[in-house]
């Protein structure tokens, strides 16, 4: 082609990611054919030679830039991880990804990589119980201590902690927007410019995101300024409440230190569940999307009934607010888990989870069935009560996960077990 034809050529057409969810990564030449990759069982990988041995080897320990030219031992990769982190950085136009055990082993491998003794962690509230527990309990024994700042803080208070934080070394930011249980939005854009404006070139701490709720469709904070984005993909990519993992997705040079510690302790996926997330990836945009539609109903429905206090649904945020500011520059949709706050306390609560007939009473998110649970009595048992009042997770918020079942059935068993309260 001469520099004219290049000018004049159309340039190929950049495949979607629910296209690309078919088969890229994968080849079925390598594998007899077969459409879909085997599951490979194995726990170590023959070199063609020993040099090639030593190649690996090489690229395993960062002794040569690169990374690992070939599959070595099953605790560093395999094939069916390598086909799914290559389609999870597919998602978010991201250089890497990497595939965990579960959503909390993503977490504490990242935390394991970056934080040191006497170490603070800047990070946004609520956030997931566990993930509070091991920052302040488990890192908190090595030293490590934590500064917050609530969700939807606006940019003067992010900068305050901020300012507060530097004065020791910060190891990372950590952001989980929407949060869990309330749904509370984060303003990364704000939180990159405070770090960026407090921290100089050089010395600014990574900004890390738990992207559980609205991710990879609804929400993409490496466009907003996140350096790496989590999940838990038990949740919405594995999609069938059937398999427990995590992902983390970013550039290269925030993956390569993370991998070595994965590397290290251990913590990646088994290729059975691997397989299961490729599976579930083919499905992911269709299932969100549908889910999401449900939950559009089955919220219209709720705000209107005379004993919902509140409906903690992304789609409702009041116009003007803060949190719509934030939603309408970060999200694309208002996903399917909300919060609903019932008039009463705990009884009304527990009447209400009791008496559901075709939402299942069960903690976790994101499945193709309707899920409810009591953050405060449940997953958020563990937080301190006042820590609970603060954070707006009362005995009266029932969480709801909203599944891809007929709309109008979800909407008939909300209203039966309202009724029976
Ligand atoms: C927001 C969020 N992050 C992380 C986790 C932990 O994920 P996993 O249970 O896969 O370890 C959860 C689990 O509920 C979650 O909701």
């Known amino acids: ?27 079925p030449k390598l594998s007899e054919g077969a459409l879909k990759p085997p599951i490979f069982l194995t726990s170590t990988f023959a070199f063609e030679s020993a040099a090639a041995g030593k190649r690996f080897f090489e690229g395993i320990t960062g002794k040569r830039p690169g990374g690992a030219e070939g599959l070595v031992y099953s605790r560093f990769n395999g094939p069916n991880q390598e086909i799914l982190e290559d389609r999870l950085a597919v998602w978010e136009d991201a250089e890497e990804a990497l595939s965990f055990s579960s959503g909390m082993a993503a977490i504490a491998t990242v935390f394991l990589a970056s934080v040191r003794p006497g170490d603070t962690i800047v990070h946004s509230a609520p956030l997931y119980a566990a993930t509070e527990t091991l920052i302040g309990k488990i890192l908190g024994r090595f030293g490590v201590t934590w500064l917050d700042f609530p969700a939807g803080a606006t940019r003067a208070d992010i900068d305050a902690v901020m300012v507060r934080a530097k004065a020791g070394h910060v190891a990372l930011i950590f952001l989980e927007s929407p949060a869990n249980p309330t749904n509370a939005l984060v303003d990364v854009e704000a939180v990159r410019a405070s770090r960026d404006a407090i921290f100089a070139e050089g010395e600014r701490p990574p900004i890390v995101i738990d992207n559980t709720f609205l991710g990879p469709i609804w929400q993409q904070p490496l466009q907003h300024g996140a350096d790496l984005v989590l999940y838990s993909l038990t949740k919405y990519a594995g999609g069938h409440s059937d398999l427990v993992a995590g992902g983390a997705v970013g550039s290269k040079a925030v993956i390569d230190p993370i991998r070595t510690m994965r590397n290290t302790i251990g913590t990646i996926v088994d290729p059975h569940s691997a397989w299961m997330l490729l599976r579930s990836l083919e499905t992911m945009e269709l299932r969100m999307t549908r889910a999401a539609e449900n939950a559009a109903k089955v919220c219209a429905r709720l705000r209107e009934h005379p004993k919902v206090e509140r409906v903690g649904y992304l789609g409702f945020l009041e116009a003007g607010s803060r949190q719509a500011d934030i939603y309408r520059r970060h999200c694309s949709g208002a996903g399917s888990t909300f919060s609903l706050y019932l008039k009463g306390a705990e009884r009304e609560a527990f009447a209400f989870l009791d008496a559901l007939k075709i939402a299942k009473l069960a903690v976790s998110l994101g499945g193709t069935e309707t899920l409810a649970s009591h953050p405060a009595a449940m997953t958020h048992l563990s937080v301190p009560d006042e820590r609970k009042a603060a954070l707006d997770i009362g005995d009266n918020l029932v969480r709801i996960s909203v599944g891809v079942e007929d709309p109008d059935d979800l909407i008939a068993d909300f209203d039966q077990a309202l009724a029976a309260i």
Do not use: A
Not at 1 to 26: A, C, I, N, V, W
């Open 1 to 27: 082609m001469t520099p004219d034809d290049e000018q004049t050529q159309p340039k190929p057409r950049k495949l979607k990611p629910s296209t690309q969810m078919m088969g890229f990564g994968y080849d």
